[in-house]
């Protein structure tokens, strides 16, 4: 998440996304700060489309008319990338929500990115890896669907195949996450490193709400929460039954000692 006060242009391509869960991801793009540009694009005469409209109304999402005017090319891709271009000249945005499961927006995320601009992809499960490891962080709208679920409620079997093992997930991330000597990982810098690795990494697709519910619930994994000084009121987390940089430094010591003349 970032500063409220950060200023987030939602680009959404109309073409290729359902007008179902538009709420749902309002209210989850409102975490990274505030929306102050919305718009959707699409050929709003196409039949198709004919569900955007009271969501548009009811959003007041600004709805940008782009005509097909040649069969076979998309011209919504080419009238969000051209507004999202003149957006980040303008100077008047911090990031960007750039709503499609469409991989022809990844060189603008990178783009924009390279700008210094935050970019969050909201989209389906389908949409290609290209895109979503070109976003800061990416959105499932599967999850957004899925969010009201009992927390702990794991997947279903089968459910979705792009999901890894989350024991794997992470013990590799808090053996690359900077730890104290005795190998415990702030729940800030856990979640942080996961979501560099993965753009689209969300506790929710494993059926727990929130970073810390997911990790307590881990057997392999132990929990505790520090107050006071260094500890700022977080959780904070390490593998179980892992030497520790303090103890392996202890035995490297004795060690040495034994060698000493």
């Keep these: 998440m970032t500063d409220d006060n950060s200023r987030l242009a939602v680009l959404i391509d109309a073409d290729n996304t359902s007008a179902k869960l538009v709420q749902e991801m309002f209210e989850e793009l409102a975490g990274y700060g505030t929306i102050t540009v919305k718009r959707a694009y699409g050929d709003w005469t196409n039949p198709h489309l004919t569900g955007w409209r009271d969501v548009l109304l009811g959003n007041a999402i600004s709805p940008q008319q782009q005509f097909a005017y040649t069969y076979g090319k998309n011209a919504t891709d080419s009238a969000l990338i051209i507004d999202a271009m003149d957006l980040l000249y ?63 409620q794991a997947p279903e079997p089968g459910k979705d195949d792009q999901l890894r093992p989350i024991q794997s ?74 030497t520790t940089k303090k103890t392996a430094a202890k035995k490297t010591a004795k060690k040495a000692a034994k060698k000493a003349p």
Aim: hydrophobic share 35%.
């Design 90 to 152: 303008s100077g008047n945005v911090d990031g960007f929500a750039i709503v499609s499961s469409d991989s022809d927006f990844t060189p603008l995320a990178t783009r924009l990115r390279e700008s210094g601009k935050r970019v969050i992809g909201v989209g389906r499960r389908k949409t290609p890896k290209a895109f979503v490891e070109a976003c800061e962080k990416f959105v499932f709208l599967e999850v957004l669907a899925a969010d009201d679920a009992t927390d702990g």
């Design 169 to 242: 997930v992470l013990t590799k991330a808090l053996n690359k996450v900077d730890t104290d000597d005795d190998d415990w990982a702030s729940l800030s810098a856990l979640g942080n490193h996961l979501v560099r690795t993965d753009p689209s990494f969300d506790s929710r697709s494993y059926g727990f709400g929130k970073l810390g519910d997911l990790v307590k619930a881990q057997p392999y994994l132990e929990t505790r929460a520090r107050t006071g000084s260094g500890g700022g009121g977080q959780l904070w987390v390490r593998l179980k039954g892992k």
